[in-house]
C-alpha cells in the first residue's frame, strides 16, 4: 500500500498521502530504516555494522526486492532529509 499511495503523492502524510512529511513516514521510516541500510538510520551512535554483502539469506531477499519499490526509496528519501543531526 505504501508503494501504491507514493506513486503519486510525495509523502505518507496521515497515511493517506500528502504533500509534507507526517506521523506515517516516520513510522515507515523507522520501521524500515535499517532493512533497506539507511546510511543515517543509526543516527551516528552506532553503525549498523552489515553491508549487503553480509546480510543474512533472509533479510538480502527482503532488501532486494523493497529497496526499488517507491516504499524503499521514501524510507531513505525520509533519512537523508529529515533525520535530526545527532
Known amino acids: 500500500r505504501a508503494s501504491e499511495v507514493l506513486s503519486t503523492r510525495p509523502y505518507l502524510g ?3 498521502g500528502g504533500d509534507t512529511f507526517g506521523g506515517a513516514d516516520l513510522a515507515w521510516s523507522a520501521l524500515v530504516g535499517m532493512l ?8 551516528g551512535v552506532a553503525p549498523i555494522p552489515l553491508t549487503v554483502d553480509t546480510l543474512p539469506e533472509a ?10 519499490t517507491p516504499a524503499g526509496q521514501h524510507a531513505l528519501k525520509c533519512y537523508r532529509l529529515h533525520r535530526m543531526p545527532s
Do not use: I, K, M
Open 36 to 43: 533497506v541500510l539507511a546510511p543515517e538510520y543509526s543516527g
Open 59 to 68: 533479510w538480502r531477499a527482503l532488501y532486494d526486492e523493497l529497496l526499488p
Open 14 to 16: 496521515d497515511g493517506l
